[in-house]
């Protein structure tokens, strides 16, 4: 599919590690061929000749490879990222890019100056049912207002609060869509809550992006079920990504009414694929075109900026 094999490495086997592991072994002419964990029981997820070593340096430094997906929490990520681009590998990691804006400043530094690579997975912007919204919001005219909701109940994590968790699909959707930098008008918290040893949060913001469109986003770990809503209104209509639906992209005209007096809701036909499987066939073709591209690093530096003033509005 991509010519010669592309072999990749993995560091850190955990729940979403292990999507990665499942998903790379359904893709044609990818191999992982090199894994960082330290559970024992990562032997039995990858093929034999797998490498898999305690040490993620040995991962982030390989020569025999031609890429490095990095699935660790994010405090991790800023060394094994600066490590992966050093040794000259294409990486692909996860969010948020990391949990400062300090770090990720000095990773798109080092990523301009090695000429590299690097895919930051903000999930949604890879699922084809946002992608068909972002489509269809292009060719209209002017967003006039985003309305989110994504969240359910937990994780409650040590290492990174629920804001930088479960905001920072929000903001990148938002950000991707309108291509702009927001302002963060105000934020509140909805509800907290401490949950085992960990604090939760229900949090509320409104952005205004340099064009006039205005966001309205609810997210955090204390809802009731897992949700995500997504619903931009244009002049004329307004689309609503829902992921976890069947029919996950559909169109409410508002200028037309069924006979009962609702208005008209059509489905959009978006082609079924998993947005994981997106991103990783996407990674692997721009490892064999040797395409250097770091455009979504500097949409996580922008999301990254609107996390640390969403919290230093709450916390003030």
């Known amino acids: 599919m991509f010519g010669s094999e592309i072999k990749l490495g993995l ?28 559970n024992p029981s990562t032997a039995q997820l990858v093929d034999k000749d797998c490498i898999v070593e305690e040490d993620w340096h040995c991962v982030a430094k ?25 040794t000259g590998l294409a990486t692909l990691v996860e969010k948020p890019i990391t ?40 060719e209209a005219r002017q967003i006039q207002t985003i309305n989110s909701t994504g969240g359910g109940y937990g994780p409650f994590r040590k290492d990174i609060r629920a804001l930088w968790d479960w905001g920072t699909h929000d903001i990148a959707m938002c950000t991707e869509l309108i291509g702009l930098s927001p ?18 949060e229900l949090i509320e913001t409104e952005l205004v992006f340099p064009n006039g469109t205005e966001a309205i986003l609810r997210f955090g770990n204390l809802m009731e079920e897992k949700i995500r809503v997504f619903k931009i209104k244009l002049e004329e209509c307004s689309l609503i990504y829902e992921p976890k639906k069947s029919n ?12 009962s007096g609702a208005l008209a809701i059509e489905a959009i036909a978006v082609r079924k ?37 969403i919290s230093r509005i709450l916390d003030d």
């Open 248 to 259: 996950c992209l559909v169109k409410v005209n508002q200028s037309k009414e069924i006979d």
């Open 273 to 309: 694929e998993l947005p994981l499987n997106c991103i990783l066939k996407e990674f692997a073709a721009s490892i064999s075109s040797a395409k250097k591209d770091i455009s979504s690093l500097y949409l996580s530096l922008k999301v990254i900026n609107v996390l640390e003033d």
């Open 99 to 138: 949990s400062t804006q300090r770090e990720a400043e000095e990773l798109l530094l080092l990523a301009e100056k090695k000429r590299s690579l690097v895919m930051v997975d903000h999930i949604h912007l890879f699922h084809p049912g946002f992608r068909a919204l972002k489509k269809l919001a292009k």
């Open 183 to 200: 302002k963060v008008v105000r934020a509140r918290y909805l509800k907290r809550a401490k949950e085992g040893y960990e604090m939760g």
């Open 11 to 38: 560091i850190g086997a955990g729940p979403w590690g292990k999507n990665y592991i499942r998903t790379l072994s359904e893709i044609p002419g990818v191999k992982l061929t090199r894994v960082a964990s330290r």
């Open 62 to 86: 390989a020569t025999d490879i031609n890429g490095v997906i990095i699935a660790t929490p994010p405090h991790c990520h800023g060394a094994m990222v600066k490590c992966a681009l050093n």
